[in-house]
């Protein structure tokens, strides 16, 4: 299996910050990773698919980068509604295993 | 509009066998490029990947768990079965089935998910 290390598991931002999210994939694996948010109780949301693709609908402060073994998620000005939980997915291989979740607390 | 939704036991007893459905709607696992999947969340912990079933038949399962998992369709009710034998309270989790495109993989549309717990 390909195993995907996100960092950090949890985070204090306040609203108005800039928060980057990492992933790192045990093997290289070109543009097939996605990033979802989840809120508790509430299944996931997919926000980027393809490393750097927005889903629709989903804001633009959201942003996804990286190819080969590192990614990131920037959230560009943080909101209230964007506290929760972020788990990133390879799809490059089966299984398509998550990270681990960064929370994303308020501070 | 896509949307999916699990159905099946709240309450199984250890060593028994797990059967769940998901119904949906909004597309046809007859058409190419279509694909629906089961991931799992135990309470409290991340997202684990099951199995996926794409329109062609091509059905991909964990390899950790490929030996108690099984994936069926009903094309003609528009329903997917997951069949998970040998339950252990290990596999207490939230059962999430989900829409996957083929080419990405991504997980665009989830149903609501379904609480198992294994205990006797």
């Known amino acids: 299996d390909i195993q995907m290390t996100q960092s950090p598991s949890s985070l204090s931002a306040s609203v108005g910050d800039r928060v980057t999210i990492t992933c790192r994939t045990s093997?290289?694996?070109?543009?097939?990773v996605n990033w979802y948010q989840q809120k508790p109780g509430i299944a996931p949301k997919l926000l980027i698919y393809a490393a750097s693709s927005l889903q629709s609908g989903v804001p633009s402060r959201f942003s996804g980068s990286g190819s080969g073994t590192d990614f990131t998620l920037t959230i560009t000005s943080l909101q209230p509604e964007d506290f929760a939980t972020y788990y990133c997915q390879q799809t490059y291989s089966t299984p398509g295993t998550f990270g681990q979740g960064t929370k994303v607390e308020i501070k | 509009q896509i949307t999916l939704k699990e159905s099946g036991p709240t309450l199984v007893k250890p060593t028994q066998t797990l059967t769940l459905t998901c119904t949906f709607s909004g597309f046809s696992l007859s058409t190419s490029g279509e694909g629906v999947g089961w991931i799992r969340q135990p309470p409290g912990k991340a997202l684990e990947w099951l199995a996926l079933l794409y329109w062609n038949d091509d059905k991909r399962y964990s390899p950790s768990l490929k030996s108690r998992l099984t994936i069926t369709e009903d094309t003609s009710k528009n329903q997917m079965v997951l069949t998970m034998t040998n339950m252990d309270p290990v596999d207490t989790a939230t059962y999430y089935c989900a829409h996957s495109l083929y080419g990405s993989g991504k997980i665009d549309y989830w149903g609501q998910g379904t609480l198992v717990t294994v205990s006797s």
């Open positions: 093997q290289s694996i070109s543009n097939f």
